[in-house]
């Protein structure tokens, strides 16, 4: 009981601060409630693990009081303004009438309630026990509640007892704010964070799938999405992939809005959720520059080179630079994985070109392979090939393009892998966890494929 | 708009694999009795069931037996396995180092090091050696 009202308050401060971040943002944007709602969740959890830091960079010890404190004009601000805005009078004669749910929705609502549901139970059930969910990201946030800060000189003090301490720190600093609220280090119930970020990621699939599909068929995409095993699986065990999965994706969707609708909103969005995936896990370097080519290459395509698209672009190079830069400065490497070969550029290239069939053998074990992903892959490279010049055209471009970038990407990742265990180890280990970051995107590039073709379920 | 034979075949094997590796580790991996059995368990107990009861039981002596921030290192324990880092992830801030004051023992029967003495003894394969003042 005590457990659900800690939970409670807690994401009641998240989703505040993230509401109130987001009506600062933009006037416009997110239209639905449910929409801003999930936005808020990640945006919120972003927002305060950030402070986080800096409050440690200027020495300010963590409570509930030092977090929550900077935020309060912010929130007085928005409650106001929303206010003045009348965002929170519900008319019912606004309200759209809908239409009573099919048979088929009907199925489909059950399918995603009762994965939902059951990502909650099985997160809740057990207490933080997966390798890297505990050896990383579980300690790291032990670390931080004990020591009520990131310790400075966090990386040299401590890379004996934590490994990886050059991991972006989103997820242990979301998990030492949960555990400040309950007052203890409560390994199960803060992993409630987790199933909370699929059904954010479930709610914001849906509402952009909305925007291009009539309900029935939103309904079934998102039903393909929330019951995809790989997906559910990582909802519940306290890794990072998950919540990287919901940054990276909702920062695609948001600029592939802006590309369509020039709404600036949106791409304020795009580039404060891609900051976010770049806090969450290295990879998300990676999707920082793929937003930024798709943005530059779909605008070149329509021939219709906005500032603001070249801005967000460069912004989002200069994130990368200067997270590269930071990371440099404190003496880490990116990724431990890729600092310990000692050869030359030359013979780190060769070696990478041989491992290209091992790469692809493993590729296609996730591709066909329906335990962890259903048939989601096999229904992409059928609607690839099916729809080839459609994957081209300009409403898919920049879903296709992302795609192709996030292969070549990921492949450029394990040629350079450096790992001690081994490249085998890292393929195998890690390859259908890298899957799982571009997975929303390859939902939606099946939701727009499915549009284009004007077919109906 | 044209009704989809492809989509709706999709669906349908969709759905039997859906349901197929939904249910089937509920049985083929016991998941469903896990379940039962966690479900009438409080945290602490969960814990343990989760990470191993002799492995937790080692844990808990030695939370009770070390004094706060304490260094240690680990012999019985694979380096890097995963129970070595739930272990290290449960005692912190008692931390794991090179040239520790106390030697946990896990299942090695009559382990002995220059200069540590029997600490705390959990049975004759689990104890804690400390280092003995010079």
């Not at chain 1, 925007?211 to 393909?224: D, I, N, W």
């Not at chain 1, 890794?239 to 592939?256: E, G, M, N, R």
């Not at chain 1, 290459?297 to 200069?318: E, F, N």
């Amino acid at each position: 009981m005590l457990d659900l009202l800690v939970i409670l308050v807690w994401l009641a401060c998240v989703l505040i601060v993230g509401w109130s971040a987001l009506s600062f943002t933009f006037k416009k944007g997110p239209s639905s409630p449910g929409e801003r709602m999930a936005l808020s969740y990640g945006a919120g959890i972003g927002l305060i693990t950030i402070e986080m830091a800096l409050l440690s960079f200027f020495n300010i010890k963590f409570n509930i009081f030092s977090i929550m404190i900077w935020w309060v004009p912010l929130v007085a601000w928005a409650l106001l303004s929303d206010y003045r805005e009348k965002r929170f009078i519900f008319s019912p004669a606004g309200a759209k009438k809908q239409k009573p749910f099919s048979l088929a929705e009907k199925f489909f609502i059950f399918g995603i309630s009762f994965e939902a549901v059951y990502a909650f139970f099985r997160a809740l059930i057990k207490p933080m026990e997966a390798y890297d969910a505990i050896a990383i990201y579980a300690l790291k946030a032990k670390i931080f509640y004990f020591a009520k800060a990131v310790p400075h000189g966090f990386a040299a003090s401590f890379k004996d007892i934590v490994p990886h301490v050059e991991y972006p720190l989103l997820l242990p600093l979301s998990e030492t704010f949960f555990y400040i609220f309950s007052g203890s280090v409560n390994d199960l119930a803060v992993k409630i964070m987790f199933p909370l970020y699929y059904l954010a990621l479930l709610s914001v699939f849906y509402f952009l799938s909305r925007r291009f599909l009539e309900r029935k068929a939103s309904l079934f995409f998102t039903f393909l999405f929330a019951t995809i095993p790989q997906i559910t699986d990582f909802a519940t065990n306290g890794y990072a992939d998950l919540p990287l999965a919901f940054y990276c994706s909702t920062s695609f969707f948001y600029l592939y809005l802006w590309l369509r609708q020039k709404e600036r909103s949106f791409l304020v969005i795009s580039f404060i959720c891609s900051l976010f995936a770049l806090w969450t896990k290295t990879e998300g370097l990676v999707f920082a520059l793929i937003n930024a080519a798709v943005a530059v290459i779909c605008m070149m395509k329509q021939k219709q080179i906005r500032p603001v698209g070249l801005i967000y672009a460069l912004l989002s190079v200069l994130a990368v630079a200067a997270y590269l830069l930071i990371v440099h400065s404190i003496g880490l490497a990116v990724n431990e994985d890729f600092a310990l070969s000692q050869a030359s550029p030359a013979s780190r290239i060769l070696t990478g070109i041989k491992r290209i069939p091992a790469i692809l053998y493993e590729y296609q074990i996730q591709f066909f392979g329906p335990k962890k992903w259903n048939i989601i892959w096999v229904l992409f490279i059928a609607g690839f090939i099916a729809k080839f010049r459609k994957s081209f055209s300009k409403d898919i471009l920049p879903a296709t393009l992302a795609i192709a970038f996030v292969f070549a990407g990921y492949t450029a990742i394990y040629m350079l892998s450096a790992a001690p265990q081994g490249f085998g180890w890292h393929l195998s280990t890690s390859g259908s966890r890298l899957f799982i970051h571009f997975l929303p995107i390859t939902v939606f590039w099946l939701v727009l494929i499915f549009k284009e073709s004007k077919l109906e379920i | 708009m044209k009704k989809n034979i492809v989509a709706r075949a999709a669906l349908a094997v969709w759905i039997v694999f859906w349901v197929l590796f939904l249910v089937r580790p509920l049985f083929k991996k016991g998941l469903l009795g896990e379940y039962a059995a966690l479900s009438v368990l409080s945290g602490e107990e969960r814990r343990g069931r989760v990470t191993g009861e002799e492995l937790y039981g080692f844990i808990k002596f030695c939370r009770a037996a070390l004094p706060e921030y304490s260094t240690y290192k680990i012999v019985g324990l694979e380096h890097d396995s995963l129970e070595h880092r739930r272990l290290r992830y449960y005692l912190y801030p008692d931390a794991e180092k090179e040239d520790p004051e106390f030697i946990l023992v896990y299942k090695t029967g009559d382990f002995k090091s220059d200069g540590y003495r029997v600490f705390k003894t959990l049975d004759a394969e689990k104890y804690i050696l400390r280092l003995s003042k010079k």
